[in-house]
């Protein structure tokens, strides 16, 4: 079995790779990272027009009709470029879950906005602390309209539209939990950013009083469509992780290789290669379960759940370990503001929490992995 990708797909990394290191540098994350804009515009408005934010989008509905090949293959380019961007809450969440539960209306309604630049989405489900879980879900749905408050939400403050988690019953299963669709520009939404540790990824308190919302899938299957939605976004923020990882690596070993103490390259010694060497093994180990993430994604293979949670583990604790890394090769300088080894950092900490914790996807590896075997 082959699990490197194609040329076409090697091809497009190539471009994306190219166009983000013209319109993504370093620099320009600093101007979001320290003024006032939300996240970068114009870059947006770029990814849009190179048909990146349609990658997946079935071409019916206004996208490339590409395939999750080839979004994996972005998704790990915005992750070396730390893109200040709601790609991730935009593509991995809102608008694969239009793809897996939404009607025709609602697809040809925000499918295009959202491969066009036009529209920004987000996933509402947690309600302070702790992880994904359908007793977490207090946020109210009757009658049409929703009551409660959400947060952290991803990009909610720049968010045009929500697909939020809601209790719609009171039986303690999980199909007392339904999902729906919420304009955020109408009455009854009032929204507050929220101060975080990566402030090119905002996120935002959501309160609800009486929003309007329309059902997205069949009432009572909101729980399973999460399922679905938050494997898949695994794999794909995997990707973005494993591309962070390598990019951390790579200052690492550029700084090693140029930083000259006791008249050598610090990187000739044993402890700094040694440093440098297990990141390697860490960003290698979670590139091999997010290809296996990316095989069972594109094809809907049954494995998807271990294998979405196998990467989202590895990459996690890769990214992590590099960045952390990254900035003790770099030594006092590294901790400095004018270093970027702290976005990296800032960043692999912020993903590490956004699907749910290390230790929840721990949980769910095993579980799924016991029920797999039971079977």
């Known amino acids: 079995m082959n699990f490197d990708f194609s040329d076409d797909q090697k091809q497009l990394r190539d ?28 870059l947006w408005k770029g990814l849009a027009e190179m048909g990146f934010l349609g990658v ?57 906005a959202i491969a066009s630049g036009e529209a920004i989405g987000t996933l509402a489900l947690f309600e302070g602390k702790g992880n994904p879980s359908p007793k977490n879900v207090k946020l109210t749905a009757a009658n049409g309209v929703l009551n409660g408050v959400k947060k952290p939400v991803a990009d909610g403050a720049v968010a045009d539209f929500a697909v939020v988690a809601a209790r719609t019953g009171s039986s303690g299963r999980d199909s ?113 379960n997010s290809y296996y993430g990316a095989w069972a994604l594109s094809t809907n293979a049954a494995e998807l759940p271990e294998a979405a949670a196998a990467a989202r583990i590895s990459a996690t604790q890769a990214f992590q370990h590099c960045a952390k890394n990254n900035i003790q090769v770099h030594g006092g300088m590294g901790f400095t503001w004018e270093f970027d080894c702290h976005m990296y950092y800032r960043r692999a900490n912020a993903m590490a929490l956004g699907l749910g914790s290390l230790s929840y996807w721990e949980d769910q590896l095993i579980d799924r992995m016991r029920k797999k075997n039971a079977a």
């Open 176 to 288: 007392d939990i339904s999902l729906f669709l919420v304009d955020l520009k109408v009455g009854g939404v009032e929204v507050k950013s929220l101060t975080n540790l990566d402030p090119t990824r905002g996120q935002a308190e959501i309160t609800f009083k009486d929003a309007k919302a329309e059902p997205l899938g069949a009432a009572g299957e909101g729980w399973s469509i999460l399922s679905q939605v938050l494997d898949r976004a695994a794999v794909l923020c995997a990707f973005e992780q494993v591309g962070g990882s390598d990019r951390a690596l790579e200052m690492g070993r550029d700084y090693a290789l140029d930083r000259i103490a006791f008249g050598r390259q610090i990187g000739s010694f044993q402890a700094v290669k040694h440093m440098l060497a297990d990141m390697y093994v860490s960003a290698t180990l979670a590139r091999s």
């Open 15 to 42: 471009q994306a790779r190219k166009f983000l290191a013209e319109k993504c540098s370093p620099k320009a994350v600093r101007v979001v990272l320290d003024g006032k804009a939300p996240y970068d515009k114009e």
């Open 56 to 112: 997946a989008i079935p071409e019916e509905f206004g996208g490339a009709g590409a395939g999750h090949l080839e979004l994996c293959v972005i998704a790990e380019e915005m992750g070396r470029a730390n893109a200040p961007v709601p790609f991730s809450s935009t593509v991995y969440l809102a608008a694969e879950a239009l793809l897996i539960a939404g009607s025709e209306a609602q697809k040809k309604k925000w499918l295009p």
